[in-house]
């Protein structure tokens, strides 16, 4: 099963959700050889509860992911918290929800909740949970207490960086995840579909669930693998969504 593990389903925060716009970079990821994503979506995007509502309304749920059009798309958030960072969670979509509402006061930048907090609630869940972009210079992880970065399941080898900070992000990454002695997952980042296949994950296994999903991840079933059209995917993707951008109008 090829995964990615970063994904986007909106242009961006301040845009609505476009059903049309999301089925045709699930038809991308699929033409890029994927065979599910996990949709983490930032947790304070503009009507999160929205997007949820039309996806369970237009596709089956099995699992803990929609079918779509036969691509599997694990429901999952991205997640800022408290003294920066963003944490990946990938759950049913009941978790997902039940998250989401508990985090509505902590929306704002000055009140993102703590990194101990976030751990401490989805604790325990069948989930799987990602230090996402560790080493990004705006947002890294990498001053958070090691005893708190090695309850994550993973840290993301994101394309985004990659295509910025060059190629050896992923040795840097590689290095962070060493010590902690988590393993290194891949996600594209993408917000806009010709940024998929930038990256990916090549599961030995076909994963219906989150949990299945962590414990390949955790024995380290699987392996990355980096597009070598990987700059030109991410520049690509980089330039049409700002020019998608600047044609949307947001109240």
């Keep these: ?132 972009h560790p080493t990004r210079l705006s947002t890294p992880l990498t001053h958070h207490a090691p005893a708190l970065l090695s309850r994550l399941d993973s840290l993301d080898m994101n394309a985004k960086d990659l295509y910025e900070a060059g190629l050896n992000v992923a040795n840097d990454v590689r290095m962070l995840a060493e010590k902690l002695q988590l393993p290194v997952t891949a996600g594209s980042d993408s917000h806009q579909p010709l940024q998929f296949g930038s990256v990916l994950n090549r599961f030995g296994t076909l994963c219906d669930t989150a949990d299945e999903l962590r414990s390949a991840v955790k024995s380290r079933r699987f392996e990355t693998e980096i597009s070598p059209c990987l700059h030109v995917k991410v520049k690509g993707a980089q330039m049409l969504k700002e020019l998608l951008k600047q044609t949307m109008i947001v109240d």
Excluded: C
């Design 1 to 132: 099963m090829n995964i990615d593990l970063h994904t986007h389903g909106k242009l961006s925060k301040k845009t609505e959700f476009s059903l049309d716009y999301f089925l045709s970079m699930a038809r991308e990821a699929k033409d890029n050889g994927l065979h599910a994503v996990a949709l983490t979506e930032h947790f304070n995007t503009r009507h999160f509860f929205d997007m949820m509502d039309q996806l369970d309304a237009s596709f089956d749920y099995k699992g803990d992911y929609y079918e779509v059009d036969g691509l599997r798309v694990f429901s999952g958030m991205e997640i800022d918290v408290k003294d920066t960072g963003h944490i990946l969670i990938i759950a049913n979509r009941d978790n997902i929800r039940d998250l989401r509402r508990s985090l509505e006061n902590y929306t704002e930048k000055d009140r993102f909740i703590p990194f101990e907090s976030l751990l401490d609630y989805t604790e325990g869940w069948p989930a799987l949970r990602i230090g996402a």
